[in-house]
């Protein structure tokens, strides 16, 4: 599975959009992107994927660049429940395959 | 929907004794489950994957005979921690992805695993 690089930190203010950036130059043709989060203690839990297309849902909003090396998962109204390590992850969807969690970026979302 | 639970959420046991922790899907059919580890600060570590009614697959490094897999249904897996030792306290978290369809992963809550 393609390697991912995300930066270990970044701070939003509460009510402001969280756009968390994450590499993955090599990416092949039929790979997902997946976001996950984790707060402290809890197991993770899923937020968003796509292809090739940007896709939205009630958690997050997620943009990937046309040539599929990068994407951006957009929180658009950060609260203080956002704190969280996020990781973004490459998966072929394929019966067995496991996610495979990288250090992620821890987000601080502060009032 | 696609709630996994864990049982126990935590656990303090002797060293060398043996420790079993459920993992359930209750609300859909899970024709693969995984199980992490997670130490502090760290990342979670894939350990295993396993599929129902078979034997499971296992990370290079983890022991199979002391971390025992089973997953006799659908709905449940089990992780036996045998002769637990001070360092397999850990952080223990499972997922189970729907049987058809959907590839996401659906997270447990974790157990806590404290070996005195």
């Known amino acids: 599975d393609a390697k991912t690089t995300q930066p270990p930190s970044m701070d939003c203010a509460e009510g402001r959009a969280a756009n968390l950036p994450c590499n993955h130059s090599?990416?092949?043709?039929?790979?997902?992107v997946y976001w996950y989060r984790q707060i402290h203690s809890q197991g993770p839990q899923y937020i968003i994927h796509?292809?090739?297309n940007n896709e939205t849902n009630e958690m997050a909003s997620l943009i990937i660049t046309e040539d599929r090396k990068s994407s951006t998962l957009i929180l658009p109204h950060a609260t203080l429940r956002d704190t969280a390590v996020y990781y973004c992850?490459?998966?072929?969807?394929?019966?067995?395959?496991?996610?495979?969690f990288g250090k992620g970026t821890t987000l601080s979302v502060s009032s | 929907g696609a709630v996994v639970s864990q049982h126990p959420s935590w656990v303090i046991c002797k060293s060398g004794t043996s420790v079993k922790i459920e993992c359930r899907s209750l609300?859909?059919?899970?024709?693969?489950m995984f199980w992490y580890r997670q130490f502090p600060k760290q990342s979670l570590m894939l350990m295993a994957t396993?599929?129902?009614?078979?034997?499971?697959?296992?990370e290079q490094g983890v022991e199979k005979d002391k971390f025992l897999i089973n997953h006799a249904s659908l709905t449940l897996s089990t992780l036996t921690v045998t002769s637990a030792h001070p360092e397999d306290s850990s952080f223990y978290i499972c997922?189970?992805?729907?049987?058809?369809?959907?590839?996401?992963?659906?997270f447990g809550p974790g157990t806590r695993l404290t070996v005195t």
């Open positions: 992850i490459v998966l072929q969807n394929q019966a067995g395959t496991a996610l495979i």
């Open positions: 609300d859909f059919q899970a024709t693969t």
């Open positions: 796509g292809l090739k």
């Open positions: 396993s599929n129902e009614g078979s034997k499971a697959t296992y």
């Open positions: 090599t990416i092949s043709g039929n790979e997902y």
């Open positions: 997922s189970a992805r729907m049987a058809g369809g959907s590839y996401e992963q659906y």
